[in-house]
């Protein structure tokens, strides 16, 4: 599997216009990119017209629900993705999870988007105050037993895990790799061959680290994916790393 690449746009740009631009800005700059698969979450309101715009750029989504239908105002069904031509969709993210998102909740939203052929790319992490604590991975540990309870092996096979540690989430203050690797080989051994992605203020200048020292297999990134430049910086460095790598 390539590297994964993940752009976690939230709640931006302000425009369909400035969200045309946005795309149209990173296919023009990764149009050559051939060692990295790279995914763009941007608001569902504009999923419609980005569908639209042709590139090798895969489509997400930063959320969805865990029925096909029914009377739940404002939510958006793993179909309704599927339709947008969505290949990925986001679930758990931690400023879901402020709002009230529980694991449960995330558990039956899983197992939704994997029924209609999604891939769920799966957030965990950790607090500062569950860090402090020395309780990282014992939390790391419980949400993943409760976010993937009763989801065959086979199911699995269609799932991503993205750790990002809260503290670390738009703060510009990253997880260091050395401490992200300790995270990947715990998780690694749990987790046995689903991709692990690294998210949380990773940018241009850390990005290949997290892939060549800490292992992971890819990047969910938030703010520096509004900054196209910064994008397409983050996705040529680790593709001119895969290609130095593969020659040495």
Same mark, same amino acid.
């Given at each position: *599997? ?8 939230? *709640?931006?740009?302000? /425009? %369909? ?29 504009? $999923?419609?017209?980005?569908?639209? +715009? ?12 865990? /029925? ?11 179909? *309704?993705? =599927? ?9 758990? !993210?931690?400023?879901?999870? =402020? $709002?009230?998102?529980?694991?449960? *909740? ?9 029924? @209609? ?19 990282? +991975? ?5 949400? #993943?037993?409760?976010?993937?309870? !009763?989801?065959?092996?086979?199911? %699995?096979? !269609? ?20 401490? @992200? ?5 715990? %998780? ?5 061959? #689903? ?6 203020? @990773?940018?241009?200048?850390? &990005?290949? /680290? ?13 703010? &520096?994916?509004?900054? @196209?430049?910064?994008?397409? =910086?983050?996705? =040529?460095?680790?593709? $001119? ?8």
């Amino acid at each position: *599997m390539k590297p994964l690449i993940v752009a976690n746009w939230k *709640m931006n740009p302000q /425009s %369909l216009v400035e969200a045309k631009q946005l795309f149209n800005s990173v296919k023009r700059g990764i149009k050559n990119i051939k060692n990295v698969e790279i995914v763009i979450c941007p608001p569902f309101i504009y $999923l419609s017209n980005i569908q639209y +715009l042709k590139s090798n750029i895969k489509l997400g989504a930063q959320d969805c629900f865990w /029925s096909e239908r029914g009377a739940f105002t404002g939510e958006i069904s793993p179909s *309704m993705l =599927k339709n947008f031509n969505c290949k990925y969709v986001i679930i758990g !993210h931690s400023e879901r999870r =402020k $709002l009230g998102e529980t694991d449960e *909740m995330i558990n039956k939203k899983i197992k939704a988007a994997i029924s @209609a052929k999604l891939k769920p790319i799966l957030c965990i992490g950790e607090t500062e105050k569950e860090r402090r604590k020395g309780k990282t +991975l014992q939390v790391l540990k419980n949400q #993943i037993k409760k976010d993937l309870n !009763h989801l065959i092996s086979q199911s %699995l096979n !269609h799932l991503i895990i993205a750790y990002e540690p809260l503290w670390a989430i738009g703060t510009g203050n990253p997880c260091e790799p050395k401490e @992200a690797k300790k995270v990947y080989l715990f %998780l690694r051994k749990i987790l046995k061959k #689903i991709p692990i992605l690294y998210g949380g203020s @990773a940018n241009s200048e850390n &990005a290949t /680290s997290y892939i060549q020292e800490a292992k992971f297999q890819g990047l969910l990134v938030g703010g &520096a994916s509004l900054n @196209a430049q910064e994008f397409i =910086k983050v996705v =040529k460095n680790i593709d $001119l790393f895969l290609k130095f790598d593969k020659m040495v």
